[in-house]
């Protein structure tokens, strides 16, 4: 795999990071700003609806710009807005910040996920995938943990400072090793017109996959946010353990992208029959027993591996069924993750606001699951066709 593959994976760990972390942080950034948790959840939904409206706006606008021009001048924005989130004092403008750091976010993941595909043959896209997310992975491994901790140690807001320094490196890999002409990338042929990608959406099985990798993306992101809330409150652990809890998580993410990068591409349909009812067997289950600490980071683990390895696989299905769209695709596959992304945080908020108890967002992540899966059985051999 191409050197240039694991220096997007370098800034997408730091993306991750970004956003993931505020699931350990959210405690503190409620108390800090006088808002409730449920409030501060919201930042997870904004930052979701950034990448929404952002992904296929800055693919469209900068498709024909440079590569490495788009993805630094991303990367530059979404650093400046973590210094003004850093030392904002109100929640409105940190809300904001979240949102126009997202749309950076999304310009970025965007070019980078067909800039990952333009570097590998036509049937390598889901390995090239698992490389791009494995940034996001070990962000939660790595990063989200630290972050949760230095935040614990030394307050939110030099978390936000961190991110913005360790966006430095990653410009200066992406300076040295992405091409700055699409023609550096890829032997491919011109791209087709704008229309013609956009066109791509009226597709029954790109639309689909996209629906599917929405809601079980939208299922994770719905359990994850609130994860700090069950760690402390229903499992009755210190806050240390949101942490160890992250990191499990993280852990078995990665081992979930990995297993199904390898399969992605050859086996589909094999990933989705069997990790898909397991996935939602897991979110049932630690619903049900979340008050046994032990069980619950077993299942937090086995969570992890199961959600990412299921929506990355879908994620991929959605990246084959764009392929007629080589500048587009990778903003309708980032638009995909993170309309599950805001979708699912907003509604776990809900939960919350309508009394339903901590574990509701967890069954959030049941039904949303189980809706996919109802689909998936629906659709018949629609979604894995080559």
Same mark, same amino acid.
């Given at each position: ?9 370098? #800034? ?61 001048? !991303? ?5 400046? !807005? ?84 360790? !966006? $430095? ?39 689909? #996959? ?31 353990? $949101? ?15 990995? $297993? ?36 619950? $980071? ?23 069924? #764009? ?29 919350? #606001? ?33």
């Amino acid at each position: 795999m191409p050197f240039a593959l694991h220096v997007l994976a370098l #800034a997408v760990f730091v993306m991750g990071t970004s956003e993931f972390m505020l699931a350990g942080l959210l405690p503190a950034i409620a108390t800090d700003l006088d808002v409730t948790v449920g409030t501060a959840g919201l930042l997870t939904s904004a930052f979701a609806i950034g990448m929404v409206v952002g992904a296929p706006m800055m693919a469209a606008f900068a498709r024909r710009w440079p590569p490495r021009l788009t993805l630094l001048v !991303c990367l530059l924005v979404f650093s400046s !807005c973590h210094v003004v989130g850093a030392i904002t004092p109100v929640f409105p403008l940190l809300l904001v910040t979240r949102v126009i750091s997202a749309l950076a976010n999304a310009g970025f993941l965007a070019v980078a996920l067909s800039t990952a595909t333009a570097l590998v043959p036509g049937n390598r896209k889901g390995r090239a995938l698992s490389i791009l997310l494995s940034g996001t992975t070990l962000a939660n491994v790595a990063g989200v943990p630290a972050g949760a901790l230095l935040g614990i140690a030394m307050g939110w807001r030099t978390t936000f400072w961190a991110i913005a320094l360790i !966006c $430095i490196p990653a410009a200066i890999g992406i300076l040295r090793e992405v091409a700055n002409k699409p023609g550096q990338m890829a032997t491919k042929a011109v791209s087709p017109k704008l229309l013609a990608e956009l066109g791509q959406l009226g597709s029954p099985r790109l639309v689909l #996959a996209m629906t599917l990798g929405a809601l079980v993306n939208g299922g994770t992101f719905a359990a994850f946010t609130f994860l700090a809330p069950v760690v402390t409150g229903i499992a009755g652990l210190a806050d240390g353990w $949101i942490s160890i809890a992250l990191v499990m998580f993280g852990v078995g993410s990665f081992l979930g992208v990995t $297993i199904a990068g390898r399969l992605s591409d050859q086996r589909p349909g094999l990933v989705l029959a069997v990790g898909g009812p397991l996935l939602l067997a897991g979110w049932v289950v630690l619903a049900l027993f979340a008050s046994h600490p032990v069980l619950l $980071i077993v299942l937090v683990l086995v969570q992890g591996m199961l959600s990412f390895g299921v929506g990355s696989t879908l994620i991929t299905r959605v990246l084959y069924a #764009a392929s007629g769209a080589p500048t587009m695709g990778g903003s309708y596959a980032t638009a995909a993750l993170n309309i599950g992304a805001a979708a699912g945080p907003a509604l776990g908020a809900f939960g919350l #606001a309508t009394g339903l108890g901590t574990l509701a967002p967890v069954w959030v992540a049941s039904v949303l699951t189980a809706v996919a899966l109802v689909i998936t059985l629906l659709s018949g051999h629609a979604l894995v066709e080559r």
